[in-house]
């Protein structure tokens, strides 16, 4: 099961940290990221919480975003804006974005071709990738036809 399996990420991952203890607020944090949709900062989560019930803080909320992040359980993006944006990486495809400039909005796309691309270009210079992700940036078709 999903949740199960992201619990035992996180559990191994505080433990191999060592100092950081596997507090219930972690994983509030983590129930609210699985159930999320979209890319959302941490201001949203954060509200959504406090809504729920959820007692924590900001700087919880932050600092377990980026514990989620680096275990591969959430990706962190800057788009546009000068707020970082997350979004449930478990149990999603890689994926890139297109972000309109106008309203804001977010597509996801993935392009198999641009994959084997990015692996060539990385063969060319010798490195290993870790990630990648593409931000595309200009006007949707909603916003064009305006
Ligand atoms: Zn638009
Ligand atoms: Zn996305």
Do not use: W
């Not at 680096?70 to 449930?88: D, I, P």
């Amino acid at each position: 099961m999903e949740k199960q399996a992201a619990y035992a990420i996180l559990t191994d991952h505080l433990k191999a940290q060592g100092k950081l203890r596997a507090t219930p607020e972690r994983f509030a944090i983590l129930d609210a990221v699985l159930q999320s949709q979209g890319h959302f900062d941490v201001e949203a989560l954060y509200y959504r919480l406090i809504t729920n019930g959820v007692k924590v803080s900001k700087a919880t909320v932050y600092n377990t975003l980026e514990l989620l992040q680096e275990c591969g359980l959430v990706s962190k993006y800057r788009f546009a804006e000068n707020t970082s944006r997350y979004e449930k990486a478990f149990g999603r495809p890689h994926h890139h974005h297109m972000i309109c400039l106008n309203c804001g909005d977010i597509i996801e796309f993935t392009n198999d071709r641009l994959e084997r691309i990015q692996e060539e270009v990385a063969a060319g210079e010798d490195f290993s990738i870790q990630s990648t992700t593409i931000q595309i940036f200009g006007t949707c078709s909603k916003c064009t036809k305006k």
